[in-house]
């Protein structure tokens, strides 16, 4: 998986190109050959970009309508605090670019018509959890 990473930020950046990678919230898959440079514990599967090429940017990535602190139970997690700590401990390392969800699709369905809607969550209440927590 790193070589295919630092692979294609070799490549990208051959043609002037920045590349980032997402790192995603999901929990429970430990990489037990490369030890978090924080803890000594496997790093999570998600995080394992921090082994890569310097010049690939990582986008920690949260799901849904939950800022960092607010009880977020979804893939396994209690909520999204370690994330927080993630964007912030890599920042100044390589490119970092936080990237929550914008915007969740829906299906619906309705007799024998089926359609998507788009509902944005970045609404009042998570735009205000995420600015009081970046404004620290």
Known sequence: MLSWMNLSTSIAAQYGIDFAIKC??????????????????????????????PRLGLMPHT?????FDDPAP????????????????????RPVFY???SAYWVWQHEQSMGWLV???????????????????
């Open 24 to 53: 995603h919230c999901s929990k429970g898959q430990a990489c037990p050959d490369y030890p978090d440079p924080r803890t000594g514990q496997p790093i999570d599967f998600n995080f394992l970009p921090v082994f890569s090429d």
């Open 99 to 101: 990237h929550p969800e």
């Open 118 to 136: 788009e509902w944005t969550l970045l609404v009042d209440k998570f735009l205000a959890a995420c600015v009081k927590r970046w404004s620290c």
């Open 74 to 93: 979804t893939y396994g997690n209690v909520n999204f605090d370690y994330m927080f700590n993630f964007t912030v401990d890599f920042a100044g390392t």
């Open 63 to 67: 799901v849904q309508m939950y800022s």
